[in-house]
């Protein structure tokens, strides 16, 4: 469980199309953070934007291939974080990881809400 107070945030700025192995690099992400027990992961789906290419990504209504930009975000303790990134290397080979040291005064309890009968 990540303690209140210091952490770090890792910001990863990929594409929908990019893919690992057939599979959608953003889900396998998220799937490599959760077995290395980090504390949550976040995709968000942007509605446009561009990069390093300048290349202009984002929605487009006659487009078959929709390339529109993803960020995934990822807060836990230094230590956790710090031994993800080895992974993100091997995976990401044209996006952006951003380390950030972060302030965390509030954190959700990882026991389910139990719904009342």
Do not use: Y
Not at 15 to 36: F, G, M, N, Q, Y
Not at 61 to 75: E, M
Not at 86 to 102: D, F, T, W
């Amino acid at each position: 469980m990540m303690p209140m107070g210091r952490a770090l945030q890792l910001t990863i700025f990929i594409e929908e199309c990019d893919t690992w192995h057939d599979k959608p690099l953003s889900a396998e992400i998220v799937d490599r953070a959760h077995e290395a027990g980090l504390a949550g992961a976040t995709v968000l789906r942007g509605i446009e934007g561009f990069g390093a290419s300048s290349v202009m990504h984002g929605f487009r209504l006659l487009s078959i291939k929709q390339d529109v930009p993803l960020v995934i975000v990822i807060v836990d303790d230094e230590k956790r974080v710090r031994e993800f990134l080895p992974v993100l290397r091997r995976l990401i080979e044209g996006g952006l990881v951003i380390v950030e040291n972060v302030d965390v005064p509030h954190r959700a309890s990882r026991n389910p809400v139990r719904a009342h009968a």
